[in-house]
């Protein structure tokens, strides 16, 4: 079965970086583009992008360019966000999920959510 | 804000029916999707395309489009359905996702 597995919570800095994993299995991994979603204490759902599992390519939400890195190792079927230069507003759970697409796009599978929280 | 118009809050009575919308222009040429989210819990896909439901996902949830509005219909609701429920479809420009600011539903 499809299963979307994270690294755990972060504390986090400002200023620092940190490095959030999702780690893909039960499909072949290459064949589905990875994005992820950013969801702030008590707010709703913000895509941040993806990144394209076959090519490396990514792309970027507005809003989400220049701290935020997307990264892959297909080797480990793992995708990466890598957000440097903290701050306290990027304190937020992120998820992982699986893109599809039929018309438009949608995320048929997540994973289960790294809190990352950024205090001094 | 959103391109994409949810009601913040929506009330249903246990064992009625419950419509959530979700407005906006993209959805005149493209398919929402639905996504249940309880406290605590990623998001689950409910609705895709407009009216798929994925395999394991209760036939009291059914999806449906028309005009710039897309519905998320629940028939008989019952008291697990309580969540917070998020649309999605593309920006402005086509070529971005954007979700709808979510609706928080209760049951009664």
């Known amino acids: 079965q499809v299963q979307l597995v994270q690294s755990g919570s972060e504390l986090k800095k400002p200023g620092a970086s940190v490095k959030v994993s999702c780690k893909a299995s039960?499909?072949?991994?290459?064949?589905?583009?990875m994005s992820w979603v950013r969801q702030a204490p008590g707010q709703g759902l913000e895509w941040m992008g993806w990144i394209n599992t076959n090519t490396g390519n990514p792309m970027f939400a507005q809003g989400f360019t220049g701290r935020f890195v997307f990264s892959l190792d297909t080797s480990v079927t793992t995708a990466y966000l890598q957000i440097s230069s903290l701050k306290a507003e990027d304190t937020a759970v992120y998820y992982c999920a699986r893109v599809r697409y039929s018309n438009n796009w949608y995320f048929d599978y997540w994973g289960q959510g790294t809190l990352v929280t950024v205090s001094s | 804000s959103s391109e994409l118009t949810q009601d913040p809050a929506v009330s249903v009575a246990l064992g009625q029916t419950v419509r959530i919308t979700c407005q906006g222009d993209s959805l005149r040429s493209y398919y929402a999707s639905w996504y249940q989210q309880k406290p605590g819990q990623a998001p689950v896909l409910v609705i895709y395309?407009?009216?798929n439901r994925p395999s394991g996902i209760p036939d009291r949830f059914s999806g449906s489009s028309s005009g710039n509005t897309a519905s998320l219909t629940i028939t008989g609701t019952q008291a697990e359905d309580e969540a917070d429920y998020y649309c999605?479809?593309?920006?402005?420009?086509?070529?971005?996702?954007?979700f709808g600011g979510g609706t928080k539903l209760t049951v009664l």
């Open positions: 039960g499909y072949t991994f290459i064949n589905n583009a």
């Open positions: 395309a407009k009216d």
């Open positions: 999605n479809s593309r920006d402005s420009s086509g070529n971005h996702v954007v």
